[in-house]
T-cell receptor, first 115, second 113 residues
Framework: DTGVSQNPRHKITKRGQNVTFRCDPI?????LYWYRQTLGQGPEFLTY????????KSRLLSDRFSAERPKGSFSTLEIQRTEQGDSAMYLC?????????????FGSGTQLSVL | QKEVEQDPGPLSVPEGAIVSLNCTYS??????FMWYRQYSRKGPELLMY????GNKEDGRFTAQVDKSSKYISLFIRDSQPSDSATYLC?????????????FGKGTRLHILP
């Protein structure tokens, strides 16, 4: 399967713990996005990378959140000192933005539950 | 006013019916319009992708864009129980290479056998 892969699929953690999620994009895609989705809402943009450069971070992304994409391949999203409000589905998407005809392809997401 | 408005539903229709889903938006700069389908506990899957105004057909699915009214629609013909999912509209500009894709809240659709 050459789609976007996310791990783990589910994560349950206690408030105050740190968690890290991984995303492996489609190999030829140069852009990688992180979105967050809560029940009954559409995906909300968090941050994105063009190759290894992080180009934008949403105001939704507090200082407890950090994302990396070393060498422009896979990406990690870390949440420090988790809070119950962080409980959500964290979605990764990748695309090839060589022109304006950009299409996002999503992974299955990581469902985070903070107890 | 949110940039993209979408009725969350749920919308229940009998199998075989024509389904009409729609979104309105406020940003006249949007030029690229998408529909994603999302099954429970899965990531969104791209269904339709259109540029500017007009219609696009793909099998049982037709996407329409009316930029003058800032209104987009997705029609599903001969609906099947397997079409039961949440349908998300999404859109972005085009003049700026860094424009982000903005999603609606999604409409939950139930096709009744």
């Amino acid at each position: 399967d050459t789609g976007v892969s996310q791990n783990p699929r589910h994560k349950i953690t206690k408030r105050g713990q740190n968690v890290t999620f991984r995303c492996d994009p489609i190999s030829e895609h140069n852009r990688l996005y992180w979105y967050r989705q809560t029940l009954g809402q559409g995906p909300e943009f968090l941050t994105y990378f063009q190759n290894e450069a992080q180009l934008e971070k949403s105001r939704l992304l507090s200082d407890r959140f950090s994302a990396e994409r070393p060498k422009g391949s896979f990406s990690t999203l870390e949440i420090q000192r988790t809070e119950q409000g962080d409980s959500a589905m964290y979605l990764c998407a990748s695309s090839n933005r060589d022109n304006n005809n950009e299409k996002l392809f999503f992974g299955s997401g990581t469902q985070l539950s903070v107890l | 006013q949110k940039e993209v408005e979408q009725d969350p539903g749920p919308l229940s229709v009998p199998e075989g019916a024509i389904v009409s889903l729609n979104c309105t938006y406020s940003n006249s700069a949007f030029q690229y319009f998408m529909w994603y389908r999302q099954y429970s506990r899965k990531g969104p899957e791209l269904l339709m992708y259109t540029y500017s105004s007009g219609n696009k057909e793909d099998g049982r699915f037709t996407a329409q864009v009316d930029k003058s009214s800032k209104y987009i629609s997705l029609f599903i013909r001969d609906s099947q129980p397997s079409d039961s999912a949440t349908y998300l509209c999404a859109m972005r500009g085009g003049m700026n290479r860094d424009d982000k894709i903005i999603f609606g809240k999604g409409t939950r659709l139930h096709i009744l056998p």
